[in-house]
């Protein structure tokens, strides 16, 4: 089945940068929308950023938008996650989705429209 797994979490300075990828293998990975999640320590899981299966939309969380970039390269199966002027508010384990369907054409950025997910990779920023 599909399997995803993400890298590139740790520990940075507040408004410093980092950069989250996201392998999948086992599906048709260039008919599927992807998303990022995140939770932090005693919250729920939040909606980060999310990207269409071709590439042409894409969304964001309003916490993170203008310094957050999603993107996809369907080559190499991966989607990334640009994390520029981090807060200690993303302080967060990060998790990568794919979403099957195809025919919903827009970047969801809700929870239960994915189908599979990664393990999470931790995110860490200092002040």
């Known amino acids: 089945q599909v399997q995803l797994v993400e890298s590139g979490g740790g520990l940075v300075q507040a408004g410093g940068s980092l950069r989250l990828s996201c392998a999948a293998s086992g599906g048709i990975f260039s008919f599927y929308g992807m998303g990022w999640f995140r939770r932090a320590p005693g919250k729920e899981r939040e909606f980060v950023a999310a990207?269409?299966?071709?590439?042409?939309?894409?969304s964001y969380a309003d916490s993170v938008k203008g310094r957050f970039t999603i993107s996809r390269d369907n080559a190499k199966n991966t989607v990334s996650l640009q994390m520029n002027s981090v807060k200690p508010e993303d302080t967060a384990n990060y998790y990568c989705a794919a979403d099957r369907l195809r025919q919903r054409d827009y970047a969801s950025q809700i929870p239960s429209e994915y189908d599979f997910w990664g393990q999470g990779t931790q995110v860490t920023v200092s002040s």
């Open positions: 990207i269409n299966w071709d590439g042409r939309k894409t």
